[in-house]
């Protein structure tokens, strides 16, 4: 069964960058597409980027589009997330998840619900 921890959150400021990374154990990772969500304080989990089996697609909402990049490095069974220019609301918990998808090109999505495997997350705050 895929495991999946995230890491490198911290405190930033705004305009700051970090890079999360997410870790998977138990499973080989390019079997997955990955998906990147973030609750903020008081809110539902929201995606906002997610990346095919091989990294050859991937999505971002409007909102992070040019500030985020999502890559993935298979042979380390890690996918990481370039945050540059943070901005305020971007503060909340990070959340990596996985699903195994046939087409190695399938994005996951960016819904809560399209993924069954969910790291427990890494704090970013502001």
């Known amino acids: 069964q895929l495991k999946l921890v995230e890491s490198g959150g911290g405190l930033v400021q705004p305009g700051g960058s970090l890079r999360l990374s997410c870790a998977a154990s138990g499973d080989t990772l390019d079997n997955y597409a990955i998906g990147w969500f973030r609750q903020a304080p008081g809110k539902q989990r929201e995606g906002f980027s997610c990346v095919s089996r091989d990294g050859s697609n991937a999505l971002y909402v409007a909102s992070v589009k040019g500030r985020f990049t999502v890559s993935r490095d298979d042979a380390k069974n890690t996918v990481y997330l370039q945050m540059n220019n943070l901005k305020p609301e971007g503060a909340g918990i990070y959340y990596c998840?996985?699903?195994?998808?046939?087409?190695?090109?399938?994005?996951?999505?960016?819904?809560?619900?399209?993924?069954?495997?969910w790291g427990r997350g890494t704090q970013v705050t502001q």
């Open positions: 998840a996985g699903e195994l998808r046939y087409e190695r090109g399938d994005v996951g999505g960016l819904s809560v619900g399209g993924y069954q495997y």
